[in-house]
């Protein structure tokens, strides 16, 4: 194995270790690394990219800010091309069993729709944290965020990675 290879592999390793351990040692308010399989025929269609998806806190006062962090990372040992369809990169839902549509993050937004390309070379995130003020009832509520990426390949294909968690408003 090429020096380079060797040494991209390893960034690779430590970059997933450390996100695993921030999971392990400080599990409140990280969400589980999750990833649903593409609609691929190739049900184990894989390229090696995770979400991640970060806030602070599991508990948030009624009309105070909160961040989420969506870190999207290449575990793979060669560069992956990323396309996005429009200036939104990330989003996610908000809701409970009595809210079933409490909130969107790009509900009502406007967003251009020029394509955008990341490269993401082995080892390397790219992190964009969103923040918005949590105006709703107290309650329980789970947090669904996900990414509108498409993988570039032969074709592009949505990637359809999302990560889930729970936080409560007080």
Known sequence: MKLRTWVQYATAVVVTCLLLLAEVVTPRGVLPITEAPSFAANKSFDIGVKLIVLYPSTQYEREKSMQV???????????????????VRFDFVVFNHALPN????????????????????????????????VDLPVGVYELDGYTHALFVGRDELPLFLDSKGFFSVV
């Open 102 to 133: 409490a909130y969107k993050w790009s509900s009502g937004k406007l967003f251009n729709d020029t394509d955008t390309r990341l490269i993401l070379n082995p080892g390397q995130d790219f992190r964009q944290t969103i923040s918005w003020i």
């Open 69 to 87: 962090t969506f870190v999207l990372v290449n575990l793979a040992d060669s560069p992956r091309l990323l396309t996005f369809k429009s200036s």
